[in-house]
């Protein structure tokens, strides 16, 4: 066997693997989405993604590693919005409530995945875990940015950070859009909430 046909096996071999990894991830987020992590067990698993327990164990060891691959996949079909431009406008309380306005708009989209991955974190350390360096750190190091800019307005900071990050949470979208709230006006709320405009002057 010449070295080029070796490197190709290799290759191919390499390539197959990452199709299977990427099939079980699939099947995994989907079966997650539809009944939660605490439900879905390994063999309904590798009934979806056609495979053997025993692969799907060959691939992921346990839920530490399986979970960021799930969410590496759900992410890449339900990417997070583009806040860049929100995040440049001058006015701090519009930058607020476009951003919001944004998140808000995501989680709808995502409402059926992260509603059961919120209910469940705290009943499965792996996926608390998972959530803590992911989107809780997302929504710290947002707040954190948006705060920023009313700090420079004189405005106290950890008042106003946690503020913000409560704005920014899911739960709290839920419990707007639970209460009948479009989106916009549940991010103008918010905003409002958070930092109230000053009235104008009427002189």
Known sequence: MSTETRRYELRARAERQRQTRDRIAAAAAELHEQQGVGRTTV??????????????????????????????????????????????????????????????????????????????????????AHMRQGIDRLQQDLAEDLAAAFRRRGRAATALRVLIRVALDFPTWRRLSGEGMPDDAAAALMAAAVAPRAPVSRR
């Open 43 to 128: 063999a309904e698993i590798a009934r979806r993604a056609g495979v053997t327990r025993v692969t799907v164990y060959s691939h992921f060891a346990d839920l530490s590693e399986l979970i960021p691959a799930c969410s590496a996949h759900y992410m890449a079909q339900h990417p997070m919005p583009d806040l860049q431009d929100a995040l440049a406008v001058t006015d701090p309380h519009e930058r607020l409530e476009i951003v919001l306005g944004r998140l808000y708009g995501w989680y709808r989209e995502t409402e059926p995945m992260f509603g059961r991955l919120f209910a469940e974190r705290a009943l499965i350390p792996e996926l608390d």
